[in-house]
Structure formats: C-alpha cells, structure tokens
C-alpha cells in the first residue's frame, strides 16, 4: 500500500519560555486525511505544539513545513489551518449563521455564496434550521459544533483542536468522540487533536502521538500504543498496568514475579534487566491450586463492565479486570499467557 501524502512536517522545534524549555528538538510529520492525537499530561508541550502549528505562538528554533514549504514565517491567518479552541471563542452577539460566516465575510465573498457555504456546513454538523438561534440558548455539544462549523467553512487542509471536548459532561462527550471522528471522515481534511484523556485518543485516533515534558516518547495506531508501549512511561499512562521489574534469561523466556514466563519477546541480551507490563484485563482468573501465580483478593470495586480486583502476590499487590468477582479475602490463581507479557527496555523517561 502507497503511504499517504505528507501535509505538515515540524523539523526540531524548540520552545523555550525564559529558561524553561517546553519542546526539546520535536520532529513530527502529519499525513493528509489523517486524525492525529498529541497525548500526554499537563505541561509536556502538546498545546505549545499545537499553537506553533496555527501560528499562535513562534518557536525559539525549527521549522515548519506545510507541503515541503516553510511557514513559519507566516501569521496564523495566512496558514492553511484553522482552530477550534477549547472554550470555543463564539461571538455571543451574533446568532448561528453569522459566527458561521464571519469569516466568509472577511473575505469578503458573495452573499449569495456565503448563504450556500454556510447551509451545507451546517448540514453536515447536523445543525440545519439553527442559522437564526443564539448562541446562549445552545447546549454543549451544539456549540462545539458551531464552533467547528465557523473554522471549516473556511475549507482549512488541516483543522487544530485544543481539547474541544474538555468542557461537555462524560455521556455527551463519548457521544461527541464518535461524532468528531465521522465529522473528519465526512470533511477528507486532516485533524490534529490535543488532549490529556487517553480514551479519547484511543476511540478517534488513525495516529498518537505520546508526549512528555517536551518529548515525544512514542508514536504509533493506538492498537500499537496500547499493546506494545515503548516505555514504562507510556504503558503507565495508557491505561491500566501492571509494571514489574524482570529479568530477560533468553529469547521468549522472561522471569518475574518468582518464577519464568514463556514470551513472546526476543533480541535482549541473554540475563539483562528488563521491564515487564502485563495489562489488568490480560491476567486469568482460575482456581488458586491451577494457577501459574497464587494471590490473596485484597479489595474489589464494581466498574459496570467489570470488577477491579487488587490481589496480593507474594510482596506486590496486582490489578485485575474480570466480569466475575472474588471476594475480599479469598486465595485465588493467576494464569499469563505468552501473547500477553510485554518486555520493555529498563529505562528512565
């Protein structure tokens, strides 16, 4: 398969705020089409990057690239991006249609175009008959889309979204996590989303991008994110983990925990230090006299889907993920299949 055409290339971008350096040396291309996620905690560069990329803010040293051409020179209204902020920046004096033409009438383009531009974004936000309501009288979840609205009717290549969903309540912002992405489906345009909620990135992601301060830890689908964690760092904060220290005797053969585990592993150095991650809802629940590890349940707590159990296993305490429950108290068997041990490389992030 072809690759895909490359839109927006960011060579060692450094920021540097009176000292303290937020983006160390980032190097990042983004693919046309693409829905690409900047993930990570506060303060590791993901918004600093994200108002680079707009023009907002101008890097200490780097460049940036849009279609193998330098843009850093230019403001952010001549760059063929557009952004929707997280508290959205709507004009509350102006009703619907006109935040949604606001820009179209800056450019000065024809009434007559400006009414047809803005009734077939608006149908594609599903928001036809809202060009007369007022901003004040709309939900969350129809406000983000005006907001989007007003930056893609513009026709941007690339839309930049600053954690869009942070203000919307749990239910509407799952809701709007599938609509977002259909959204970017329906437009062909490339999507860079910021965000701190690593389910977010998991749902609508093509690509993620880990940060950390300032640092790109890993880069990857997230189906390679999740499964195959580059780092103690990213395994810890996508999703749960279980993160032990180990010992890599051979290829596929990996010990932790007191015992020796087939892996699926291979190419460390024969008895080197390693990093063990094996996730909460990958263990095996079975009698305590069959399991390859025995643990004493030490508390539980009811998920929906799931339980969590916390069991104790020799001086360490594991996590578990099981539809079934076993009481508090109860001696228990744990069994880890090879496909499910990951081995890291024991490293400081």
């Known amino acids: ?52 990329i707009g023009g907002f803010e101008q890097q200490t040293s780097g460049d940036i690239l849009f279609e193998g051409k330098s843009i850093s020179h230019l403001p952010p209204f001549a760059r063929k991006v557009n952004t929707v ?5 709507l004009f509350s004096h102006m009703n619907v249609y006109e935040n949604v033409a606001f820009g179209l009438r800056i450019k000065k383009l024809p009434e007559t175009e400006i009414t047809r531009k803005v009734g077939e974004v608006l149908e594609l936000m599903n928001l036809p008959g809202f ?31 600053d954690e ?36 977010e990135a998991l749902t609508m992601s093509d690509t993620i991008v880990v940060m950390r301060d300032g640092l790109v830890q890993q880069i990857g689908t997230p189906i390679d994110i999740y499964n195959e964690p580059k780092n103690e760092f990213v395994a810890g904060f996508i999703g749960e983990s279980n ?7 051979a ?13 699926v592993d291979k190419g460390f150095t ?55 429950m076993e009481p508090v108290g109860r001696e228990i068997g744990l069994d880890i299949y090879p496909d499910d041990i990951h081995v890291m490389k024991k490293r400081k992030t």
């Open 1 to 52: 398969m072809a690759r895909a055409e490359e839109i927006i290339r960011l060579k060692d971008i450094c920021m540097d705020y009176g000292g303290g350096l937020i983006l160390d040396k980032l190097n990042l291309y983004i693919l046309k089409n693409e829905f690409i996620t900047l993930l990570g905690p506060s303060g590791c560069g993901k918004t600093t990057t994200l108002r680079i």
């Open 85 to 89: 902020f997280q508290h959205y920046a």
């Open 131 to 161: 060009e007369k309501r007022e901003i004040e009288s709309l939900s969350g979840g129809q406000r983000q889309r005006v907001a989007i609205a007003r930056a893609v009717v513009n026709e941007p290549q690339v839309l930049l979204l």
């Open 164 to 199: 869009p969903l942070g203000a919307l309540d749990l239910k509407l912002r799952k809701e709007m996590q599938i609509e977002l992405k259909n959204i970017q489906k329906g437009l062909g345009i490339t999507f860079v989303f910021v965000t701190h909620d690593q389910e």
């Open 243 to 249: 993160i032990m220290d180990g010992v890599m005797y």
């Open 251 to 263: 290829d596929y053969h990996v010990s932790f925990a007191g015992r020796s585990f087939e892996c």
């Open 270 to 324: 024969p008895d080197e230090d390693i990093d063990v991650v094996v996730r909460p809802e990958d263990i095996k629940l079975v009698p305590a006299d069959s399991g390859m590890l025995r643990g004493v349940v030490t508390s539980v707590i009811f998920k929906g889907v799931h339980y969590e159990m916390m069991v104790k296993v020799g001086e360490r305490e594991w996590m578990l993920h099981n539809t079934l």
